[in-house]
């Protein structure tokens, strides 16, 4: 497999991995995407649906760039 094939595909998390790796419970989660929030987050990833239901999952490059962009932050 080459660097270009793997660089190209894209992950889906579930909510259940994006609480694993932000260390944010799910209220939290959903707290960052609503805009009616105090603890509203503009750069927080927003999901997207996943097929006709209710399933929703987030890009993890996505996840993963604002788990950096926190880490930048908390470090200046």
Do not use: H
């Not at 793997?6 to 799910?26: D, F, N, W, Y």
């Not at 649906?49 to 399933?55: K, Q, Y």
């Not at 999952?57 to 930048?72: D, F, K």
Request: charged share 30%.
């Amino acid at each position: 497999m080459t660097d270009n094939f793997q660089s190209s595909i894209l992950t889906i998390l579930r909510r259940k991995q994006v609480e694993a790796r932000t260390g944010l419970s799910r209220s939290t989660i959903y707290d960052k995407i609503n805009k009616r929030s105090p603890r509203y987050d503009p750069r927080f990833p927003k999901p997207i649906r996943l097929g006709d239901g209710d399933a929703v999952g987030w890009i993890e490059t996505e996840i993963v760039a604002w788990i950096e962009l926190c880490i930048r932050l908390s470090r200046q």
